[in-house]
C-alpha cells in the first residue's frame, strides 16, 4: 500500500503543479513531455517487472522499483530546465512501472482470490485518498516561494523521499514471500520490440494535438508502432514461456477478454476523471486545490463500493455480477453528465453525478485484476498482474488522447455559437456597454492557451465562454458512455471462473508437490 501511494500520489501532486514549474523554469510550450517521459518509461517496465519477479521473486524488484522511483524524485529537484526535469521524470518512471503492478502480485501471492478483493479494495482506497491529497498539496507546495530555502515547487517531489525511505525499510524487513525460482530465459528483444511499437503510439497520443493528428510525425509514428507491434508479437511467439507476455495467455478466453476490457475501462474511466476537473477549473472558476476537494464525493464513491464489493466476494465467492453492474453505473453517470450538467448547474447536482460515477469505478476496477489473477495458473502470477495495467494505462493514454482532442477541436465553434445568441440578450449588452474593454484579446482561440481570464470577465461576458466549454464537454461524456457501453457488452460474456480458495504461494506449492509425486 505504501508502494502504490509513491506512485498514485506522484500523478495528482504534479499535475496540479506543472503550471507553475514550467513557468519557473521557462519551458510553459515544453511541459507535455513531463508527462510523456514519464507515462513511456512507467508503461514499458510494468510488463518487464512482472516476467523478472515471476522468476526471480518480487521482494527484489518491489525493493528496487522504490529505490529507483525515490532516486527519480531526488534528481527532478535539481532540475534546470523543463528538459532535464523530462529525463529525470523518465528514469522516475523506470520505479513506477514496478510500483502499482507487483503491490497486485504481491497480494495475489499472499491472499486467496476468495479473500483477494477484500485487500485490493484497501489499496484501492490508497489511490482514492491520494487522488484527493495531491491536488491540495500539490497546489500548497506549488504556491509557496520557498520552503527551508528550496522552492516550493521543488517539494513536490521531495515530498517522495520520506515516504519511499519509510516504504524501503517496512518491505526490507517484513515483507518475505517464499519464491522458487525458474531457470528461464529473459525476453530482452521482447523488452526492445515493444518499446518500438508503443513508445511512438504514446508519443502521438500525448503530442498528436499540437503535431496534428495526421501530420508527417504523426503518420511516422502509426508506422513505426505497427511495425514495432508486428515484431514483437513474432518474438513473444518465437520465446514461448520465456516471452515477456507469453502468447499461450490470450488463448485464456478470460485473459484476452479482460485485457480488452482493461483498455476500455481505461479509456471510459479517464474520460470522466479527465473532464470532471477541466469542468470545475474553466466552467465553475474553482482552484486547482479546491477542485481536488469538489472531486471528494467521486473518490469517497469509489473507495467505499470498493471495500464493500471485496467483502461481499469474499463472502459469497461470485464477481461477474460487479463489473457488470459497475460498467452499468458507469454509463448512467456519464449520461447524467451529458444531459444534465451545464454551465450553470449548480455544484451540489454535479458532485452526486460525480458520487455515482465513483461508484461504478470501485465495481469494475478491482474485480478485473482479481478475475485475470484467478483464470492464470500461479506462475503466471507476476506477468498477468502486470499486463492487466500495462493494458489499462494503455487504455488511459489513449483515452486522454482522444478526449482531449475531441474538447479542443469542438470548443471554438461552440464558444462563437453560444456569443452569437448571447449577444442578442439585455445582460450581454448591459454588461458590454458597462465594460466596453473587457473582451479585447479575448477569443475562442485565445482561450484554448489560457483560459485564465474568464474568471476576471462579469457574469454576463463569461457566459458564453462557459457554455461553449460545457457544450464540448457533453460530447466528449457521450464518448466515454459509449466507450462504456461496449464495456458493459463485453462484462456479460466474460466467464466467471470459481475462485480459488488457496493463495498463489499454496497453489504453486501445491502443484510442485504433484509433479513429484
Known amino acids: 500500500m505504501m508502494g502504490m501511494f509513491l506512485a498514485s500520489l506522484d500523478q495528482t501532486i504534479v499535475s496540479t503543479a506543472i503550471r507553475t514549474i514550467a513557468d519557473d ?14 507515462l513511456i518509461t512507467s508503461t ?38 523543463m528538459i532535464e526535469l523530462a529525463g529525470f521524470r523518465a528514469f522516475q ?21 476468495r479473500e483477494r478483493a477484500r485487500y485490493q479494495g484497501y489499496i484501492l482506497s490508497v489511490f482514492a485518498t491520494s487522488t484527493v491529497l495531491g491536488p491540495l498539496v500539490g497546489g500548497f507546495l506549488a504556491g509557496q516561494g520557498s520552503i527551508l530555502g528550496i522552492s516550493g515547487w521543488r517539494w513536490v517531489f521531495l515530498v517522495n523521499v520520506p515516504i519511499g525511505l519509510v516504504a524501503l525499510f517496512v518491505v526490507s524487513k517484513v515483507l518475505n514471500v517464499p519464491h522458487n525460482r525458474r531457470e528461464q530465459r529473459i525476453d530482452w528483444w521482447g523488452a526492445v520490440t515493444i518499446a518500438i511499437g508503443v513508445v511512438p503510439l504514446l508519443l502521438v497520443a500525448e503530442q498528436g494535438q499540437s503535431w496534428g493528428w495526421f501530420s508527417a510525425k504523426s503518420l511516422a509514428c502509426y508506422g513505426i508502432g505497427a511495425v514495432g507491434t508486428l515484431t514483437w508479437i513474432l518474438v513473444e511467439r518465437r520465446m514461448g514461456e520465456a516471452a515477456l507476455i507469453p502468447m499461450r495467455l490470450f488463448s485464456n478466453k ?18 470522466g476523471m479527465l473532464m470532471i476537473p477541466q469542468y470545475l477549473q474553466i466552467v465553475k472558476g474553482a482552484s486547482p486545490t479546491k477542485s481536488g476537494l469538489l472531486m471528494l464525493p467521486l473518490m469517497l464513491g469509489m473507495m467505499v463500493t470498493s471495500i464493500v464489493v471485496g467483502r461481499l466476494i469474499a463472502r459469497t465467492g461470485h464477481y461477474k455480477i460487479f463489473p457488470v453492474v459497475g460498467t452499468g453505473v458507469m454509463i448512467v453517470a456519464m449520461l447524467l453528465f451529458h444531459f444534465e450538467v451545464q454551465w450553470n448547474t449548480s455544484l451540489g447536482e454535479t458532485m452526486v453525478f460525480m458520487a455515482l460515477f465513483g461508484v461504478g469505478l470501485g465495481g469494475v476496477m478491482q474485480t478485473l485484476t482479481l478475475a485475470v489473477q484467478n483464470a492464470v495458473p500461479p506462475q503466471d502470477m507476476g506477468v498477468a498482474t502486470a499486463s492487466s495495467t500495462f493494458f489499462r494505462q494503455l487504455g488511459s493514454t489513449v483515452g486522454t488522447a482522444v478526449f482531449l482532442s475531441v474538447l479542443f477541436s469542438t470548443v471554438g465553434g461552440r464558444i462563437s455559437s453560444a456569443f452569437t445568441a448571447a449577444k442578442a440578450t439585455p445582460a450581454f449588452q448591459h454588461a458590454m456597454a458597462q465594460n466596453p474593454h473587457a473582451l479585447d484579446g479575448a477569443s475562442s482561440s485565445s482561450v484554448l492557451s489560457d483560459s485564465s481570464f474568464i474568471q476576471k ?26 466507450i462504456a457501453v461496449v464495456a458493459f457488452l463485453l462484462t456479460l460474456i466474460i466467464k466467471e471462473v470459481p475462485l480459488r480458495k488457496v493463495s498463489g504461494i499454496q497453489a504453486q506449492a501445491a502443484a510442485a508437490e504433484s509433479e513429484m509425486v
Open 93 to 113: 518512471g523506470i520505479g513506477a512501472g514496478g510500483l502499482m503492478s507487483l503491490a497486485l502480485a504481491i497480494i495475489g501471492d499472499i491472499v486467496p482470490p
Open 457 to 482: 470577465l462579469p457574469d454576463a461576458l463569461a457566459a458564453p465562454f462557459k457554455m461553449g466549454f460545457a457544450d464540448s464537454m457533453h460530447l466528449v461524456f457521450l464518448l466515454a458512455s459509449i
Open 44 to 81: 514499458i517496465a510494468t510488463p518487464l517487472y512482472g516476467k523478472l519477479s515471476d522468476i526471480y521473486g518480487r521482494k527484489p524488484f518491489f525493493l528496487a522499483a522504490i529505490s529507483i522511483f525515490v532516486v527519480g524524485s531526488i534528481a527532478c529537484t535539481f532540475s534546470t530546465s
Open 25 to 38: 523554469l521557462h519551458g510553459l510550450s515544453e511541459q507535455a513531455w513531463t508527462t510523456t517521459a514519464y
Open 254 to 271: 478470460v485473459f484476452s477478454q479482460t485485457s480488452l476490457l482493461s483498455v476500455l475501462t481505461g479509456m471510459a474511466m479517464f474520460g
